[in-house]
Nanobody, 115 residues
């Protein structure tokens, strides 16, 4: 099974920054995309940011201009730089790696933004 190990997260004040990492047990290019979801307000996970094999990125409207997703293929790691954090960003963030017909989830990291 693919293992996704997440790090980062924590407690910051509004306007601060956090840096998340997600390291896979195999090449990140084995996946159609990798990125982060958070629980959000509804029953379905909320997409935060993803990056696909070709480097194309997708961001939730609520984080555009504040979050940046990047990758290091040599380290099998995807990164999420989160700047200008807001209280509404508070959530559990889960790394996700998607294949054509399946996906894997990391253990989740708590992000708490105080105001």
């Amino acid at each position: 099974q693919v293992q996704l190990v997440e790090s980062g997260g924590g407690l910051v004040q509004a306007g601060g920054s956090l840096h998340l990492s997600c390291t896979a047990s195999e090449s990140i290019f084995d996946f159609n995309y990798m990125g982060w979801f958070r629980r959000g307000p509804g029953i379905q996970p909320e997409l935060v940011a993803t990056i696909n094999v070709g480097g194309r990125t997708v961001y939730a409207d609520s984080v555009k201009g504040r979050f940046t997703i990047s990758r290091d293929g040599t380290e099998n790691t995807v990164y999420l730089q989160m700047n200008n954090l807001r209280a509404e960003d508070t959530d559990v963030y889960y790394c996700n790696a998607r294949r054509a017909r399946s996906g894997s989830w990391g253990q989740g990291n708590q992000v708490t933004v105080s105001s």
